[in-house]
T-cell receptor
Framework: EPEVTQTPSHQVTQMGQEVILRCVPI?????FYWYRQILGQKVEFLVSFYNNEISEKSEIFDDQFSVERPDGSNFTLKIRSTKLEDSAMYFCASSRTLNTEAFFGQGTRLTVV | QKEVEQNSGPLSVPEGAIASLNCTYS??????FFWYRQYSGKSPELIMS????GDKEDGRFTAQLNKASQYVSLLIRDSQPSDSATYLC???????????FGTGTRLKVLA
């Protein structure tokens, strides 16, 4: 069964460093998303991506964040200068159409020290 | 006003009972509704989607949607200890490119 895959599963980084979280969405899906979940809190929307551009972003998704689809399969989230408060689980998701269900990857646990 | 509201729980039910999970949403333009299950430390796993008023059944799960009352529910029949998890309600509104999640309801099924 097709699934969304994310790498790495866990990343530890020093404050101020850049990190890139990687995702391979389901192959016939057209819409891609990044969400994050701080420990014990709700799943929060960061950004959505369609047709090689950002379609919507949240207030959280400020200038330190960027997304890219560098080739036909990968979808990446870059955090330019990490802060302690960026520590969270980051989930990539994809959906086939705009209003159908989204499927989530297993997540990347980012720890900023 | 919160966009998607759920009782955080925990909701405790005995094994074999019916668990009833509820969700309300604020945007009347919402058109797609989803239930996800999330085990501790894991990612959200899709259980069901529902798009029109009424009931939708899939195995032991039934989703119910009432757009007039802005209310979605999930019933789990014959609850098992393995159903113990946090259940997330998610809503998609027409014209937006995001799924909005509630805080989730923690379900405990007691053996």
């Amino acid at each position: 069964e097709p699934e969304v895959t994310q790498t790495p599963s866990h990343q530890v980084t020093q404050m101020g460093q850049e990190v890139i979280l990687r995702c391979v969405p389901i192959s016939n899906h057209l819409y891609f998303y990044w969400y994050r979940q701080i420990l014990g809190q709700k799943v929060e929307f960061l950004v959505s991506f369609y047709n090689n551009e950002i379609s919507e972003k949240s207030e959280i998704f400020d200038d330190q964040f960027s997304v890219e689809r560098p080739d036909g399969s990968n979808f990446t989230l870059k955090i330019r200068s990490t802060k302690l408060e960026d520590s969270a689980m980051y989930f990539c998701a994809s959906s086939r159409t705009l209003n159908t269900e989204a499927f989530f990857g297993q997540g990347t646990r980012l720890t900023v020290v | 006003q919160k966009e998607v509201e759920q009782n955080s729980g925990p909701l405790s039910v005995p094994e074999g009972a019916i668990a009833s999970l509820n969700c309300t949403y604020s945007d009347r333009g919402s058109q797609s509704f989803f239930w996800y299950r999330q085990y501790s430390g894991k990612s959200p796993e899709l259980i069901m989607s529902i798009y029109s008023n009424g009931d939708k059944e899939d195995g032991r799960f039934t989703a119910q949607l009432n757009k007039a009352s802005q209310y979605v529910s999930l019933l789990i029949r014959d609850s098992q200890p393995s159903d113990s998890a946090t259940y997330l309600c998610a809503v998609k509104t027409s014209g937006t490119y995001k799924y909005i999640f509630g805080t989730g309801t923690r379900l405990k099924v007691l053996a």
